[in-house]
């Protein structure tokens, strides 16, 4: 039990750090653009189903860089390791065991396209919830000066 909750505890602390990172982004965009947009979540969504691309394109908007935990879940967990298993498959001479890789790899995919997904739209709320925050807050500053 307590390993769980020193495992949950480094997933906060994971968390809090993707939070900083995220508002110090959503800080730069309002500081440095005129008309800040919020996060088109139909075309981010839509690339998720692309390893690489999906996070590639949902951590430039949100992060404002690629995230070191995109990289490791998305781009190798979601794409070169099932790309592997599926390359590996052609040289095994049982059926069986090429079944087994192939299943394995689709499961791996489908696994990381969920989990990306999920993670990705709760990215997405809080970039644009905290985005509004801070527009609010610019539109208040602009409007005490006149």
């Given amino acids: 039990m307590r390993l769980l909750l020193a495992l949950a505890c ?3 602390g994971a968390d809090m750090m993707n939070n900083e990172a995220l508002h110090a982004h959503v800080d730069d965009v309002v ?3 005129r008309a800040p947009e919020h996060a088109d979540r139909f075309l981010l969504n839509a690339g998720v189903l692309v390893p690489v691309l999906g996070s590639y394109r949902l951590d430039h908007q949100v992060y404002g860089d690629v995230r ?3 990289i490791v879940f998305d781009w190798i967990l979601g794409g070169l390791v099932p790309a592997a ?3 590996t498959s052609f040289g095994v001479s ?6 087994a890789l192939r299943w394995t790899a689709l499961g791996l995919y489908a696994s990381t ?3 990306i997904f999920v993670i990705g739209n709760l990215h997405i709320t809080e970039y644009d919830d905290y985005l509004d ?3 609010v807050v610019r539109g208040a500053a602009v409007g ?3």
């Fill in 10 to 12: 480094v997933g906060c």
């Fill in 31 to 33: 500081r440095t653009e």
């Fill in 68 to 70: 070191p935990s995109a």
């Fill in 85 to 87: 298993l599926v390359a």
């Fill in 94 to 99: 049982g059926a069986t065991a090429r079944r």
């Fill in 113 to 115: 396209r969920v989990g």
């Fill in 133 to 135: 925050s801070r527009l």
């Fill in 144 to 146: 005490a000066t006149f």
